[in-house]
């Protein structure tokens, strides 16, 4: 798959997932800022929309790039520029927490897209994880989920997942 195929996808099934996943007329959704560096999400920015108290969706866009000059050693004259684009729905359960009114537990799936700057590289896969949230305050806090990458791609291998971010609603908490 090319990267301009996958960027096709990757819209269509974003504007497919905020479709489906409206909001109940008895709810008002809320925003969120998130930030923070994954595996395979890199050091990212997005959005995050509060559907209805147990659920959200979001997108974030992601960047990693290094390079070395040295001359031994493993990481010896090499450069990496990769980018990544990531759609997901989050299920948050257990108990609520006094702090934030969000539930403390969230299970995680999602599509990404990581493409290399310098190479034809890119990989599309499906994430699944499951993580916790601890809020600072009512506005915000840290989520850090574990879990798995599966590429679609062909000749790619699962990869773990992990991300740890940083969250700042714009509004109270839906209950």
């Known amino acids: 798959m090319n990267r301009t195929t996958g960027f096709k996808w990757v819209i269509l099934l974003t504007i497919m997932f905020l479709t489906f996943t409206s909001t109940n007329a008895q709810f008002a959704p809320k925003i969120s ?3 923070g560096f994954g595996v ?3 050091f990212h920015a ?3 929309l509060q559907t209805s108290p147990r659920s959200d969706v979001g997108i974030s866009y992601g960047f990693f790039k290094s390079t070395s000059h040295q001359s ?3 990481f010896r004259n090499f450069s990496i520029n990769v980018r990544s684009l990531t759609l997901e729905h989050s299920y948050h359960f ?3 927490s006094p702090t934030n009114n969000r539930r403390f537990w ?7 897209y990581y493409w290399e700057l310098d190479d034809s590289e890119n990989t599309f896969s499906g994430l699944l994880s ?3 949230e601890f809020p600072f305050s009512s506005s915000a806090g840290l989520t850090l989920d574990v879990g798995t990458a ?3 791609s062909e000749g790619k291998n699962i990869i773990p997942a992990a991300r740890l971010q940083l969250y700042i609603l714009l509004g109270k908490p839906l209950r």
Do not use: S, T
């Open 33 to 35: 800022l998130v930030g």
């Open 40 to 42: 395979p999400e890199l």
């Open 46 to 48: 997005g959005l995050k």
């Open 72 to 74: 031994v050693g493993w």
């Open 94 to 96: 257990g108990n609520v």
């Open 106 to 112: 969230l299970f995680r799936q999602g599509l990404n």
């Open 130 to 132: 499951i993580g916790r």
């Open 150 to 152: 599966i590429p679609f």
